[in-house]
């Protein structure tokens, strides 16, 4: 089963800021990377897949990066909509699906 | 557009059983792979199960206990749950496969496993 190891656990930052999230697996997982966001009370919602693409209405200033085993998730300029959670997850080698313990974004 | 809506969710004792569903519409139903993933209160994403057109497959955690079934004529996604245990306690979302990842979920339904 592939691990994958979030960092950090939280991040508080300002609306304004950069955030950089990080997520490490724990063996080459190619570039089979999402990225997701979720807020309190919501479902998870697909922001990034194949570590690099934006899904479908998902605001330019996210972007993912990375390929084997370190990843990236970077929001250019913080909106106060996207203090949340974040979780990324691999889909190389199911099952499992595997995701990672998640990032919270909160508000300095 | 894409909807899907769970139900069935609720109180159960250890060991009884619960069916939980998800009502599927906006899309060809019968041609994506679905998933289940759970959320424990307060704690991260768990996959639970899939259903695709190349076989089923669980979660070890739930491995033989549930069991994850579809009706294409009523556009509807099932999981079986058999012997819960305490630690099954959680959100169970349903999830459209799309490339193996999950591009559309459901709101949840809330499990809870007491006795």
């Known amino acids: 089963e592939i691990v994958l190891t979030q960092s950090p656990a939280t991040l508080s930052l300002s609306p304004g800021e950069r955030a950089t999230l990080s997520c490490r697996a724990s063996q080459s997982i190619s570039s089979y990377l999402a990225w997701y966001q979720q807020k309190p009370g919501q479902s998870p919602r697909l922001l990034i897949y194949?570590?690099?693409n934006r899904a479908t209405g998902i605001p330019a200033r996210f972007s993912g990066s990375g390929s084997g085993t370190d990843f990236t998730l970077t929001i250019s300029s913080l909106e106060p909509e996207d203090f949340a959670v974040y979780y990324c997850?691999?889909?190389?080698?199911?099952?499992?699906?595997?995701f990672g313990q998640g990032t919270k974004v909160e508000i300095k | 557009q894409v909807q899907l809506v769970e139900s069935g969710g609720g109180v159960v004792q250890p060991g009884r059983s619960l069916r939980l569903s998800c009502a599927a519409s906006g899309f060809n139903f019968s041609s994506y792979a679905m998933h289940w993933v759970r959320q424990a209160p307060g704690k991260g994403l768990e996959w639970v199960a899939v259903i695709a057109s190349d076989g089923n497959y669980n979660a070890d955690s739930v491995n033989g206990r549930f069991t994850i079934s579809r009706d294409n004529s009523k556009n509807t996604l099932y999981l079986h749950m058999n012997s819960p245990r305490v630690e099954d306690t959680a959100v169970y979302y349903c999830?459209?496969?799309?490339?193996?990842?999950?591009?559309?979920w459901g709101q949840g339904t809330l499990v809870t496993v007491s006795s």
């Open positions: 999830a459209r496969d799309w490339n193996s990842d999950f591009d559309y």
């Open positions: 194949d570590a690099s």
């Open positions: 997850q691999q889909r190389s080698n199911w099952p499992p699906w595997t």
